[in-house]
C-alpha cells in the first residue's frame, strides 16, 4: 500500500524526461504498479485505485518537475538568438526559441518551447534569464514559467494520493472478509 503511490511518484517523475524510450518505460512500469494494485483489491475498489493512480501520474510527474526546478534550479543570464514558430493544428501557432547563455564564453544553445516560457512576444536579442536543471534531467525553462509548486497542484495530488490509498485500504478490507 505504501509502495503503490510511491513507484507512481517515480514513474510520473521518469515521464518528465523528454523521449518515447523514457515515456513508454515509465507508462509500463506505472501500468504494472496499477494492474498488481488492480489485483490486490479485487474489481470494484481495483478500477478506482486503477483510475486514481494513472491521474496521480498525470499529475504528479509537472508537480514535481516545478517542484524542482524552484527549489534546485540554476538560473543564468542568457539572450534569445532565434525564434521560430510553427503550426498547430488546434488554436494560434506554437512557437519555439534558440537561447544562448551569457555569462559564458562558448554557450550550447537551448531550446525552449512555448510550454517552457517561448512566446510570442520573444525577439531576437532580447535578455532572459534561463534556469537549468543541474543534473541535466528536466528540460531549461525561461525563468517566466517557473512558478513553484503552487498549492492547487499540491492539494489535487494529495487529494489523488489520499484517495487512492482509501479505495486500496478498502479493497484489501472487503477481500479479507
Known sequence: MILGPLALAGCGWLAQRQGTLIMLLSAFLALVVLCVAWAMCGAGPGACVAALGFALV???GPALNDYVLEQR???HEAVISDVSSYYR???D???TCEVRRTDVVRSAVYS???SSGCSKNSRPG???MLVEDPTGWLHPRLAGSVNG???GMLWTCVGLGAAMEAFMLYGRLRRRD
Request: charged share 25%; net charge positive; aromatic share 10%.
Open 73 to 75: 534550479g540554476v538560473r
Open 93 to 95: 501557432d506554437g512557437y
Open 149 to 151: 509548486l503552487s498549492a
Open 126 to 128: 532580447q535578455r532572459v
Open 58 to 60: 498525470l499529475f504528479l
Open 112 to 114: 525552449v518551447g512555448d
Open 89 to 91: 493544428r488546434h488554436g
